[in-house]
């Protein structure tokens, strides 16, 4: 751990709010990643990394330093959308109502800036929505693996660490989940 990250911990401990805003700004984007592909609605995803960076500041002094900091945050990160995953589920069952439709449109999208040729934006969102589609579809156990390890760009080590998993389940729900993923999108492209 550097020691950058060692006094932005220890002041977070100190419950120094502007250690909070520099946690922010470090990795608000990644972790909205995170929960918007794993979500795959925006209002969902940005009330669940809120909720994330509450729950890290709340409970910063449970962090035992015996990995990085960005593992036991995205570690955080998954756990609390699996539990939202798990609660949307739940109030889908019981009200048995379609879940906000508009955040499919664009939105509820995110991804590069829109290229410069209109059909070339078009092209562009369509398949960013395909994707996200795509991704939405997958089991949560192979979701969580195929956006740590090919959104979120994460080793295989680190997605161990940040789920509990050994090796070689990561890897072949990893396979598995890319198998899928070209599947369905071979058909669109």
């Known amino acids: 751990m550097s020691d950058l990250e060692r006094s932005l911990l220890r002041r977070l401990r100190d ?9 922010l700004d470090i990795e ?28 890290v500041f709340k409970t910063i002094e449970t962090f035992r330093e015996e990995s990085k ?11 609390t959308c699996k539990n939202r995953i798990k609660y949307l ?7 048995h109502d379609e879940l906000d439709e508009s955040s ?13 040729a209109p059909d070339q934006a078009l092209e562009s969102a369509q398949m960013e929505k395909l994707m996200q ?3 939405d579809d997958l089991p949560d156990d192979h979701r969580i693996v195929v956006i740590l ?10 997605i161990c660490e940040i789920t ?20 369905k999108l071979q058909h669109h492209v």
């Open 104 to 116: 499919n449109g664009a939105n509820g999208q995110i991804g590069a800036p829109p290229p410069s």
């Open 89 to 95: 589920a739940r109030r889908y069952n019981r009200d």
């Open 133 to 135: 589609a795509a991704i």
């Open 28 to 55: 608000r984007d990644r972790v909205f990643n995170i929960t918007f592909r794993m979500l795959g609605n925006r209002a969902e995803a940005e009330d669940v990394a809120q909720e994330v960076f509450i729950t």
């Open 164 to 183: 509990g998993l050994p090796d070689g389940t990561v890897k072949s729900r990893l396979h598995r989940a890319r198998l899928q993923l070209r599947k």
């Open 69 to 79: 900091f960005s593992t036991w945050l995205y570690r955080v990160t998954v756990n």
């Open 149 to 158: 390890r090919d959104v979120e760009d994460l080793s295989i080590e680190e």
């Open 15 to 23: 419950r120094d709010e502007r250690a909070f805003r520099e946690l």
